[in-house]
């Protein structure tokens, strides 16, 4: 089992090349473009001393330690990358990050930008039991793109953006994120045009299992769900029900306290990173959703992210 990333030791590149290494090729080198094991060592990077160069004894062809990963065809040393990333684990804004890294914040904001991506790219999740479905509706412009502000037919916004009030679609710069959670297990969520029952239900049925009990409120997007094969117990907060008990144990087990609970964690979340657009913000949904489902912080929350950039 490899051993917990020491924060201590990325302030050395060969330290980070050394845990690139372990958690990409945990059982021996791999051959990104064919997939063979049957591989031999050329040397070093002549840039990178710390850069381990192969070459595949099938396929022929020469990779190193981060061919085909996010960290590959960039000036900054990998260890940089590997802070960049544990920074945003915790996190800090691109500004407080260009800060603690000595870093330009335009630099900064491509690095994180890429890494959110590179994140974005991983396994889809699959849910069933117990699972929750609920909608929020965050504050998301065109905040760096002017042409699609053009494309709006209005001016650039001087001031703070305001949300039209009640439920809100991209048109209103106000998009909705539709979120799925199992109840002790992982989440889903995503940033959606509107929140119909034709734009649901492609995502609810590629994700949440056949048959699985899903609790929602009144809204009446959710009126089909059993026509689409799941048990389906609503909660109606319109009347001032939040939790209900339905078979009389003591426990209220009919609620969707859970993804309420979720949708707290995602404002603080995404309160340091003011300003962010519609255009970007599915990055940003994506990186808190991983590190919400990796369920650790800090060093182990790396390791885990790590996993995911590099597998």
Excluded at 19 to 31: E, H, L
Excluded at 119 to 140: Q, R, S
Excluded at 185 to 190: A, L, M, N, S, Y
Aim: hydrophobic letters at 35%; glycine letters at 8%.
């Amino acid at each position: 089992m490899t051993s917990l990333i020491s924060i201590s030791s990325l302030t050395s590149d060969a330290a980070c090349f050394e845990q690139v290494r372990s958690v990409r090729w945990p059982n021996g080198v791999i051959c990104p473009h064919c997939g063979s094991q049957d591989t031999i060592r050329r040397g070093k990077d002549d840039t990178q001393q710390e850069r381990q160069r192969y070459q595949c004894k099938d396929c022929q062809k020469r990779f190193d330690d981060l061919t085909g990963t996010v960290f590959e065809g960039h000036h900054q040393p990998l260890k940089v990358w590997v802070l960049c990333l544990y920074l945003m684990s915790l996190k800090l804004s691109n500004q407080q990050i260009a800060r603690e890294l000595g870093l330009n914040k335009d630099d900064v904001q491509a690095m994180t930008e890429q890494l959110r991506r590179g994140v974005e790219k991983k396994t889809p999740v699959n849910l069933f039991g117990n699972v929750e479905f609920d909608e929020v509706y965050v504050k998301a412009g065109h905040k760096g793109n002017p042409e699609a502000v053009a494309d709006a037919g209005r001016e650039g916004r001087r001031r703070a953006l305001k949300g039209a009030p009640g439920r809100g679609t991209l048109e209103k710069d106000k998009p909705p994120i539709f979120g799925m959670i199992q109840r002790s297990g992982e989440v889903v969520i995503r940033m959606l045009a509107n929140v119909k029952q034709t734009t649901i239900k492609p995502l609810i049925v590629e994700t949440v299992a056949a048959g699985t009990l899903v609790y929602t409120d009144e809204y009446n997007i959710y009126s089909r769900l059993e026509e689409w094969g799941y048990a389906h117990k609503t909660v109606n907060h319109g009347a001032g029900e939040y939790a209900r008990d339905e078979d009389g144990d003591g426990f209220h087990e009919v609620h969707v306290n859970t993804m309420e609970g979720f949708w707290s964690l995602l404002r603080s979340w995404l309160r340091p990173h003011r300003g962010i657009s519609q255009e970007k913000l599915p990055c940003y949904l994506a990186f808190f959703e991983s590190l919400h489902n990796i369920r650790k912080r800090g060093q182990a929350a790396l390791q885990s992210l790590l996993s995911l950039l590099l597998g």
